[in-house]
């Protein structure tokens, strides 16, 4: 009888080897808050990765949120975005007490319809999030052309998408704002955590004060009686990152960009070997954008089949996230959303990450391609 296969995991949490040591270090020093160590993050993440004014926070959810506030998102505002993302995206509008309003996505991406993106624009609209599904950019150039129309700022929820290029340019240089998430299971972590890329040096200065509390940490110096002197002008967060996840962040983005080639050749790989399985309909790729592969989707026909052959195979497989806009907080499942409610019913991702040996990739091919 042949030998099973151990099961594979749909995610896989990647930890540097370095890690140990770099956050050791931080835990004895006694320092845990922010300090150094979040700094050289931010200039490892604009040197080595591209990324415009980056600014590190406590999560994605944050950076998006800091983004808004940023933007001017005020109550009763319009805030434009795709269900198909994580509630995160929404559940930030709604916190500003602002108005999520769901554009409809494309079949073949899982992205932001720029069409129907235009078509939700009003007077109230504010701003327009978009989200890089699984890490593949959305139509940036006809995202801007409506943006400049209306004169909205563009927010990118790039927490798929640390590495994505659009025309050659890094995801993380080329909005208004770009929020990075470094959550436990995401390319680089930082156990939680996520940065806001700002364009507008400007803004960028806010956000490291708003950031925290609203107090410009560079320019309060404590006084005698030790504490900072300051005068807090706008509501700030507390959402800095700290030097103890900066360190584990700084060994684990080392060797990014060779884990994302590892990522992009496992894609090759599976787009070359499932083209033609039947009931197989792979995803639409541009040759201008490369995918940060935070995930692998396709759509299949006879969707619980597969997940149980995939099963019974030791291979997790997951929808992920099904369109968010049923949820009750964002208003109940939208009629008019027709693509992001095919995309529901088909849409499956199987497993794309660093613990991923060549054995397992060819596993996974073998089992799809037999068929289900
Ligand atoms: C599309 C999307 N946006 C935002 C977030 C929130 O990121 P975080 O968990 O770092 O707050 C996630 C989390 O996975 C996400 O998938």
Known sequence: MAKAHQSISMFRTYIDAEAYARVKTVLNSGFLSEGNLVKEFENKLSDYLGLINPVAVNSGTSALHLALVLAGIKPGDEVICPAQTFVATASVIVQEKAIPVFADIQYETGNIDPHSLEENITSKTKAIIVVHWGGYPCDMEQIYRIAKK??????????????????????????????????????VTTGDGGALCVKDPRLAKMAFVRRWFGIDRGKSTPSILGERKYDITKVGYKYHLNDYSAALGLANIKNFKKRLQNRRAIARCYRQAFKK????????????????????????????????????????????HLGIDHNSLFGGKRKNLIQQRRFDKTQIHIPIHDGLSEKDVDHIINIIQKGW
Request: with cysteine.
């Open 150 to 187: 209306y004169n909205i700022p563009v927010i990118e929820d790039a927490a798929h998408a640390l590495g994505a290029t659009y025309k050659n340019r890094p995801i993380g240089s080329l909005s208004d704002f770009t929020c990075f998430s470094f959550q436990a299971i995401k390319h």
């Open 277 to 320: 399985v039947p009931g197989i309909t792979l995803f639409k790729e541009d040759a201008n954008r490369e995918s940060a592969y935070w995930l692998f989707a396709f759509h299949v026909e006879k969707r619980e089949k597969f997940i149980q052959k995939m099963r019974q195979a030791g291979i997790s497989t997951s929808v992920v």
